[in-house]
């Protein structure tokens, strides 16, 4: 054997060396069958194969994935027929189960989705239908995850993209959405009209409390400013009184302190007398007692003597 068949020999083990060694990339998986059976599962890292007697069977993807299907014909419990989009979520938790579970997965699952699809939407009418997708989603996850557990598939959601109910339902519920908009706007304009009109109510409610009590104020006030007034009135009143007196007083106190003469007394008798007719009279008229000057003078100086006047 010549070196060049040696190197050659070499050279070919080299190279099927290198092309059995498999690296497994991040979230993926490789199904490895050894003479045809079912051996191993890789991870992630770098594995090596043996020439001719393994294969990779399967490379599958750990990572969620999602199915969108076509949209399925379902029938309500009142008879309406409707279409009805579903999207499933899904997740690879066994590459074994998923290898040789089922032959076709994707299938299985769309099939799978939607005879429970029809099955729920069958025992639902069509107002509970619109309304129940939360209700929808929960009992079909629940029943694709456990039908889809022994193909090592787990179902994390299941969501009711689009529900397309007929044309003619479309557009009585069109009509009714319409109807029930113009009623709460009429009931809205009803309430605004009503509580427009509660509002200017209490305005003039409020306006005329307010004038009453400002007139009660005002009847206080001025209440208060006539009593007053008369108070000051009945106190100066009062005040010149006493001035008045006090100067009689006072004047009389000089008179007794002057000692007046009986001719002295006697014309102020007279001038008094002239005081009273108030130059309106034409006659004085002296009293019979008096019957001379003198004597009236000497009556006179007694009243002042005894500070006070007696007239008939």
């Known amino acids: 054997m010549g070196p060049y ?8 083990l080299l190279v099927i060396l290198i092309a059995n060694i498999q690296i497994v990339p991040q979230a993926r998986a490789y199904v490895i069958e050894r003479l045809g059976a079912y051996n191993t599962t890789w991870h992630t890292g770098i594995h090596w194969k043996i020439p001719f007697i393994e294969r990779v069977a399967k490379k599958v993807s750990l990572m969620e994935q999602v199915a969108d299907f076509q949209p399925q014909a379902v029938i309500t419990k009142d008879n309406v027929k409707m279409q009805i989009d579903t999207v499933v979520f899904y997740q690879i938790t066994d590459c074994k189960l998923f290898t040789y579970g089922v032959e076709a997965p994707l299938a299985a699952i769309e099939n799978l989705t939607a005879t429970t699809l029809r099955n729920i939407i069958g025992e ?3 107002d509970s239908t619109l309304t129940s997708r939360d209700i929808i989603n929960t009992k079909m996850r629940a ?5 889809t557990d022994p193909w090592g598939i787990k179902v994390n959601r299941v969501e009711l993209k689009n529900i397309i109910p007929p044309r003619e339902i479309q557009d009585a519920m069109e009509k009714q959405m319409k109807a029930e908009r113009e009623r709460r706007e009429q009931i809205l304009r009803a ?7 509660i509002l200017v109510a209490e305005g ?3 306006a005329m409390i307010l004038d009453a009590e400002a007139q009660k104020q005002r009847q206080i006030l001025l209440a208060e400013a006539e009593r007053e007034a008369k108070i000051r ?3 100066g009143e009062a005040e010149a009184i006493i001035k008045i007196q006090e100067a009689t007083a006072t004047g009389i106190k000089l008179i007794n302190e002057a000692a007046p003469s009986e001719k002295v007394i006697a014309i102020k008798s007279l001038e008094a007398f002239e005081k009273a007719a108030d130059g309106k009279a034409t006659k004085i008229i002296i009293p019979s007692e008096i019957q001379s000057l003198a004597g009236l003078a000497a009556s006179f100086k007694e009243l ?3 500070s006070g006047v007696e007239t008939e």
């Not at 068949?5 to 070919?12: K, S």
């Not at 029943?143 to 039908?147: F, H, P, T, V």
């Not at 605004?192 to 009109?197: A, D, F, I, P, V």
């Open 204 to 206: 003039k409610k409020q």
């Open 124 to 126: 639902l009418e069509l």
């Open 304 to 306: 002042v003597t005894d």
């Open 5 to 12: 068949i040696i190197i050659g020999i070499v050279a070919v």
């Open 143 to 147: 029943i694709l995850d456990e039908a």
């Open 233 to 235: 009135q009945a106190e």
């Open 191 to 197: 309430e605004g009209e009503k509580n427009s009109t």
